[in-house]
Nanobody, 115 residues
């Protein structure tokens, strides 16, 4: 059973930074793509950033230039560096991995941007 576990969420002031990490129970290079989604209260879950197994990346317009997705130093982690955080970035952030026929999800980590 593939498992994804997120870490790194928390409370940060506007303009601050956080780094989220997603640890997979298998090598991330086994996934066709991995990504980060977020869901704010009362809103639909939305794609934040994704990275393929050929290292192509994609970002939501709202986070371009502020967030960076990358593979971690370990072969089983994908990180999301979030800079210049805004109150509208407040949400539960979920890691996802695609194995072709199936998507796997983590349990989510809360990010709160507030003064």
């Amino acid at each position: 059973q593939v498992q994804l576990v997120e870490s790194g969420g928390g409370l940060v002031q506007p303009g601050g930074s956080l780094r989220l990490s997603c640890a997979a129970s298998i090598s991330i290079f086994g996934f066709k793509a991995m990504g980060w989604y977020r869901q704010a209260p009362g809103k639909q879950r939305e794609l934040v950033a994704s990275i393929t197994n050929t290292f192509d990346t994609n970002y939501a317009d709202s986070v371009k230039g502020r967030f960076t997705i990358s593979t971690g130093n370990a072969r089983n982690t994908v990180d999301l560096q979030m800079n210049s955080l805004k109150s509208e970035d407040t949400a539960v952030y979920y890691c996802t991995g695609n194995l072709g026929s199936r998507n796997f999800w983590g349990q989510g980590t809360q990010v709160t941007v507030s003064s």
